[in-house]
């Protein structure tokens, strides 16, 4: 067979897992409950192993494997809703800007000022950032497209003001 090992090795499953889907099964059995030992070992979170279900799932349908994804899916781990996330104290940000490297401040100060998360630097331009004049003329502030292009877009809006003194 030619391809990569991997390409080779799922090429090998397709064939194996159709003309003996109970074979089949058990390997994705046998994976899932690995991995579902590693959630339960901190080493990854139950959100991790819900996308790996998702790949499979999708492979083995590409693949035309019949599978029965309730029975096998029903044991796992279900992911939690929303993150375990929280803003940074003015203590953290000021810690954090004290690193030497200058442009740390400008991303910490829009990260805290806007709210944004660290990925969406990857899809930030310059072009997605617009500033709000006062009538007298000065910069009040700046919008942001966050996320621009994708269906997680939204606006936030950043300050040109340090509101934080250190």
């Known amino acids: 067979m030619v391809g990569s090992p991997i ?4 090429n090998l499953f397709a064939e194996k897992a159709n003309s003996d889907t109970h074979r ?8 899932l409950q690995y991995e579902k ?6 080493e990854i979170t139950a959100a991790t192993l819900t996308n790996f279900v998702k790949s499979l799932k999708l492979y083995t349908e590409m693949a035309e494997i019949l599978i029965p994804w309730k029975k096998i899916t029903r044991g796992l781990p279900r992911p939690r809703g929303v993150a375990n996330d929280r803003a940074p104290t003015v203590d953290e940000i000021r810690q954090l800007i004290q ?3 200058r442009r740390i401040k400008p991303i910490l100060y829009t990260m805290a000022s806007s709210g944004i ?7 930030l331009k310059w072009k997605h950032i617009t500033p709000i004049h006062s009538e007298a003329g000065g910069v009040l502030a700046a919008k942001i497209i966050v996320y621009a292009g994708d269906s997680e877009e939204y606006y936030a809006f950043i300050s ?6 250190y």
């Open 37 to 42: 030992e590693r959630v339960q070992k901190e």
């Open 7 to 10: 390409e080779v090795r799922c």
């Open 117 to 123: 998360r660290l990925g969406a630097w990857d899809y």
């Open 24 to 31: 089949g099964i058990v390997h994705i059995i046998s994976f």
């Open 99 to 101: 690193y030497p490297d």
């Open 160 to 165: 040109p003001r340090h509101i934080i003194r």
